[in-house]
């Protein structure tokens, strides 16, 4: 008999015979979303014994900087909103998450609850956490400007003139104002600033409407679960950060979080890549940042077609007879 619930494989792995669980990685989305839980009362001791069992799992994803006694304690915090997750996307978003050396800590990284599916979601910070570590940028910077804080953005001024930032901390929250604006710009390992990325509330209402198809499903089943609903801020900040990597060098990770974070909106499965899929990732991200910034390099001068010579300006063949004419008439 299949262990297909969180119920019976959590038995399984705690049995004294306990059933093979079938690797997640090799899991096809059918398979993924075939899995159904049955209802019941696992504890959240319970539910860790089995996920300990992919240990050697867990070690082998997480990158060397993360302590792995870190990440669990943030996962068996997590589990009480997830007790109603399938087995396999359970395990699937966990993994994924230890990939990208984020901890699910509700700031870096949360895995959310979709249905029966849990889902690996990256918060801004784990993007300026990924930027950081890819040794691209030097400082980043993302804020929000509330109506009462002191600020000045003009596009057509050198850098650091052109943008200015002053929150009114001075101030009690209601007086500093609801927000107005979100910001996200870095500062290159080179030395130069990047863009600052500028979006008003409308702005980040409108990428909500068109493109966060997890929002759209909260709204037409009638729910008001999604992160747009519960924490519009935090992903105001994350959408204006999404747009800065339009203008900065991404690293081949960041683009396969970008992924991983567009397949888990969109409700499928999200897939961490092979280690040999860097080079091409890393492409992809080269080519991305040079179409969206353009190239800074002067043109190589094409050259001018040259005009063919005409016959006449080169030496004329002579025949064997015309040669003998001439010879007898010298």
Partial sequence: MATNTLKDRVRAATSDKPEPVAAVEGASADELHAAERSEGGETTDTVMTWLERYDAHFTKALPSHVDSRVFLAAVRDALPGLARCTPASLLQALLTCARFGLVPDGKHAVIKREGKLAVFVPMYQGYVELMYRSG?????????IHAGDEWNYEPTAPAPLDFTHKPALDVSREDRGKPILAYAFCWLAGGARSQVVILTREDAEEIRDEYSEA??????????????????DSMWKKSALRRLHKVVPMSAELVQLTRADDAGDAGQVQLFHAPDEDAQLLADAKAAHRAAEG????????????????????????????????????
Avoid: C, I, N
């Fill in 215 to 232: 929002y759209q499903r909260a709204r037409d089943a009638g729910r008001t679960d999604s992160f747009w609903h519960t924490d519009f």
């Fill in 295 to 330: 190239s800074q390099e002067p043109r190589v001068p094409v050259p001018l077609p040259r005009k063919k010579s005409s016959g006449r300006s080169q030496p004329r063949r002579t025949t064997r007879r015309q040669r003998t004419t001439r010879r007898r008439r010298r």
């Fill in 136 to 144: 691209r940028v030097g400082s980043v910077h993302v804020g929000m």
